[in-house]
């Protein structure tokens, strides 16, 4: 049974940083890849960041580059999203999920790209 688990989330006011966690298991974490989604209250899912298998490629959002960088830990089966400088419209649930398409060769940004999905962590940034 595939589970991805989030950690991390909480209460940051805007210029602050926090780190994300999601521990994956069931799967053969390095032919997977690797997102995060977000979604704030009142609005739809919307893609943060992904990884491929390797690390070697990696895309975001236009709205978290320069600030969010997403890595992934293979002692750890850990994909990690390090939240730099945010700001209040940053507040929303963020969600970890997994493709396990092509091998995962690809960062993915589509949610229709993903298979499994974490249950969510709370991120509020106060201004």
């Known amino acids: 049974q595939v589970q991805l688990v989030e950690s991390g989330g909480g209460l940051v006011q805007a210029g602050g940083s926090l780190r994300l966690s999601c521990a994956a298991s069931?799967?053969?974490?390095?032919?997977?890849?690797m997102g995060w989604f977000r979604q704030a209250p009142g609005k739809e899912r919307r893609f943060v960041a992904a990884?491929?298998?390797?690390?070697?490629?990696?895309v975001y959002a236009d709205s978290v580059k320069g600030r969010f960088t997403i890595s992934r830990d293979f002692a750890k089966n850990t994909v990690v999203l390090q939240m730099n400088s945010l700001k209040p419209e940053d507040t929303a649930v963020y969600f970890c999920?997994?493709?396990?398409?092509?091998?995962?060769?690809?960062?993915?940004?589509?949610?229709?790209?993903?298979?499994?999905w974490g249950q969510g962590t709370q991120v509020t940034v106060s201004s």
């Open positions: 999920t997994a493709s396990l398409s092509n091998s995962g060769s690809y960062a993915y940004t589509e949610e229709n790209e993903y298979h499994y």
């Open positions: 069931g799967l053969t974490f390095s032919r997977s890849s």
């Open positions: 990884i491929n298998w390797s690390g070697s490629r990696t």
